[in-house]
Nanobody
Framework: QVQLVESGGGSVQAGGSLRISCEAS????????MGWFRQAPGKDRTGVAS???????AYAPFVKGRFSISKDSATSTLYLQMHSLKPEDSGMYFC???????????????????????WGQGTQVTVS
C-alpha cells in the first residue's frame, strides 16, 4: 500500500526558512511525479511545486524564487526547502504523487487536484 508521510513542519518567523519532507513507501515502481500542495484554513488546496522523474521542476508563481523542490531517490524522500517565508505561506502542506508522467500534477480546481493519485496526511507550517 502506498504511503506518503510528511514531516518537518513547524512555526517560523516571517523571512525565515523551513524544510519539509515526504517519505514515500509501498511503491512497486517509483512515482513519475511528486509534488507539494498547501491548504490554508477556509481556502482550497493549491499546488506549490512538483518534480518529475525526468528532473523537471515546476513552481507556482507565488513561490517561485523562494521555494525549491528536490528528491533523494536513495531514501524515496521528497523535500521542499522554503526561504523568505511570508505569513500567507501558512497552511497545511501535503505531499502528492502520481504514477503518470507528462501531466500537470499541480493543477487544482475547486479544492480538487485531479492528477494526484496518492496523498500524505499533511504537515502544518505557520509563519508569523
Amino acid at each position: 500500500q502506498v504511503q506518503l508521510v510528511e514531516s518537518g513542519g513547524g512555526s517560523v518567523q516571517a523571512g525565515g526558512s523551513l524544510r519539509i519532507s515526504c517519505e514515500a513507501s509501498g511503491y512497486t515502481l517509483s512515482p513519475n511525479c511528486m509534488g507539494w500542495f498547501r491548504q490554508a484554513p477556509g481556502k482550497d488546496r493549491t499546488g506549490v511545486a512538483s518534480l518529475d522523474s525526468d528532473g523537471v521542476e515546476a513552481y507556482a508563481p507565488f513561490v517561485k524564487g523562494r521555494f525549491s523542490i528536490s528528491k533523494d531517490s536513495a531514501t524515496s524522500t521528497l523535500y521542499l526547502q522554503m526561504h523568505s517565508l511570508k505569513p500567507e505561506d501558512s497552511g497545511m502542506y501535503f505531499c502528492g504523487a502520481s504514477p503518470d508522467l507528462g501531466r500537470n500534477i499541480l493543477y487544482c480546481t475547486g479544492g480538487t487536484c485531479p492528477e494526484v493519485y496518492y496523498w500524505g496526511q499533511g504537515t502544518q507550517v505557520t509563519v508569523s
